[in-house]
């Protein structure tokens, strides 16, 4: 759920929704709204919005599994598309894991302005009673059941991971990315939600606008991207040889699917199958073409000649910045968005790579944490009151973007210190040389 | 440039070698090994000079851009040396143009 409301917008919503109390109240009294995870009657579920919630889910999955998988793995050199594609999947299963341990209650129960409570650690929680009728609902999403609001937001927590995995491909061993990933999503990851996503989160209090993970999703991984990218050094032959990339078809089908999940993305953060969804999908969309033509049109005046991979790299940069945006804009301020994006991210993966120095290898930096950058701030000014009922301010978005990436920088690099000490974080010279895929996994690709 | 072409190149410099020096290289490690094929660079040029061979001279330089990376004034016209494009009438956009073509093929970068 990515709807940041004032906390009577919340209780307005609960009291219309019907939601009731973990009591129940008196006869004919309204139901006090939730303000926890509490158990509500079958009848205050919407199947609609539950329907949509869960064909969601299924899109957000797809982002990832295969979509950042074919996404990188085309990108990299072919040495090492085993290892990148490995490193996706086993992500995804670690965070799941670790999500229903503990990550889910850290995140999105009340607890205080920093970090929610254990309430919803080691499995527990989410009650179908059958023989009550009752099942339990978050406070934050109402109408759904909470099964359902736990797993779309766990779909955000496994792609925002993954997406760090293209900072570090050819060189970081495997065994460190699943400690540091495993550090990283409890401590780093599921805080950042809280702060913006947790009614209750100090960024939230202050009105900061992210609908759909503009911060807590690209900004975090962007700058963790980057982080471990100076940590691990560059790749060996980086600014020398050319690092041709695999397959850019398999990057084309994983843009793909990244364009279409993310409807999933955006539209699914309204929690509801409603006109507000439908909206942001549309000015999603739009962003993700106008970020592909900026893009297509920076590089062909740089360049002389358009590519496939700009035009990939140009509507991903606009689906990051429109992410925070689009529950909160008009579709004119979804192309502003997105055309913005496209050439900002552009400059991110080329001239802003150079200067930082760093071999963040497959521009993580340049255009996730670059276009969530973007969108975060555009969300300030151009947020529309007409379609949310939220004012932006510049000024909030620019301390909810420096909190999120100050933290991001902070937490990531104490956590790679500890991963250093505990497993070392780099491959040998040797199996750098002869690829990961061999060297971590024994495995090849085919002839 | 693909590895094959690299590939192409060090097989060209390995032939040289073995028709006018006696030397036998392995081709394959050169292009992976920057501190071979610097050696095998070192000792073709030293043999160009005292043997007035002038294409072991050629194919060393050619061994050194595409391995070692290092811009060399007798690379032909596909020169990555950026300097030859910056000339007086230059305006910074046609610098930046020209950077960025140089840049390309995914040296210091994929996009």
Not at chain 1, 193 to 217: I, M
Not at chain 1, 280 to 309: K, Q
Request: hydrophobic fraction near 55%.
């Amino acid at each position: 759920m990515r709807t940041f409301v004032s906390l009577a917008a919340v209780l307005t919503a609960c009291a219309t929704a019907g939601a009731w109390a973990q009591s129940v109240p008196a006869a004919g009294a309204a139901p006090a709204p939730l303000t926890r995870p509490g158990l509500v009657p079958f009848d205050a579920i919407s199947g609609a919005d539950t329907a949509w919630m869960m064909t969601s889910i299924a899109l957000v999955l797809l982002m990832t599994l295969p979509g950042v998988a074919l996404f990188y793995a085309g990108m990299v050199r072919r040495k090492s598309v085993i290892n990148t594609m490995a490193s996706v999947v086993a992500i995804a299963a670690l965070v799941s894991l670790l999500w229903f341990a503990a990550g889910y209650s850290l995140a999105f129960t009340p607890g205080n302005a920093w970090f929610g409570d254990a309430s919803r650690m080691g499995f527990s929680g989410m009650e179908y009673l059958k023989d009550a009728k009752q099942v339990v609902v978050s406070h934050i999403a109402p109408h759904i059941p909470e099964s359902v609001f736990a797993m779309f937001q766990l779909t955000f927590a496994i792609i925002t991971a993954a997406l760090v995995v293209g900072a570090v491909v050819e060189r970081m061993k495997f065994s460190a990315l699943l400690v540091f990933i495993s550090l990283w999503s409890l401590l780093v990851y599921a805080p950042i939600a809280h702060w913006v996503w947790e009614p209750g989160g100090w960024l939230a209090r202050l009105g900061a606008l992210d609908f759909a993970g503009g911060s807590v999703v690209h900004i975090n991984a962007g700058v963790t991207g980057l982080v471990c990218a100076y940590f691990l050094g560059p790749r060996r032959g980086y600014g020398r040889e050319a690092f041709e990339p695999f397959n850019l078809g398999l990057t084309m089908v994983g843009a793909a699917m990244l364009w279409v999940g993310w409807f999933g993305f955006n539209a699914g953060s309204a929690a509801a199958a409603d006109g507000r969804a439908g909206l942001a999908l549309l000015v999603t969309h739009v962003a993700a073409a106008a970020g592909a033509m900026a893009w297509m049109a920076g590089e062909w005046l740089m360049r002389g000649r358009p590519s496939l991979l700009g035009l990939c790299s140009g509507l991903v940069a606009g689906l990051v910045a429109i992410t925070p945006a689009s529950g909160f804009v008009t579709p004119a301020s979804a192309l502003l968005i997105g055309a913005v994006a496209g050439i900002a991210c552009y400059w991110g993966a080329t001239g802003l790579k150079r200067m930082l120095g760093a071999d963040d290898s497959l521009d993580v930096f340049g255009v996730h944490a670059v276009g969530g950058i973007v969108g975060s701030l555009l969300t300030g000014p151009l947020a529309s009151k007409m379609v949310s009922g939220a004012e932006g301010n510049l000024a909030v978005q620019a301390l909810g973007v420096a909190a999120v990436a100050g933290y991001a920088l902070v937490g990531s690099a104490l956590l790679l210190l500890l991963t250093r000490l505990l497993v070392g974080l780099r491959v040998d010279e040797q199996t750098e040389l002869a690829g990961l895929d061999i060297g971590q996994h024994r495995e090849r690709l085919g002839a | 440039m693909l590895d094959s072409q690299k590939l192409a190149i060090a097989a060209h410099l390995h032939v040289l070698l073995r028709r006018k020096t006696g030397r036998v290289t392995d081709t394959e490690w050169m292009v992976v090994n920057q501190e071979y094929a610097s050696e095998v660079v070192r000792f073709a040029r030293a043999k160009a000079r005292e043997d007035h061979h002038e294409d072991l001279a050629q194919w060393a330089d050619k061994l050194e851009a595409v391995v070692l990376g290092t811009p060399i004034a007798s690379v032909g016209p596909d020169s990555l040396l950026p300097s030859a494009a910056r000339t007086a009438g230059q305006t910074a956009l046609d610098r930046l143009r020209e950077r960025a073509r140089q840049e390309g093929s995914y040296v210091r970068g994929l996009r």
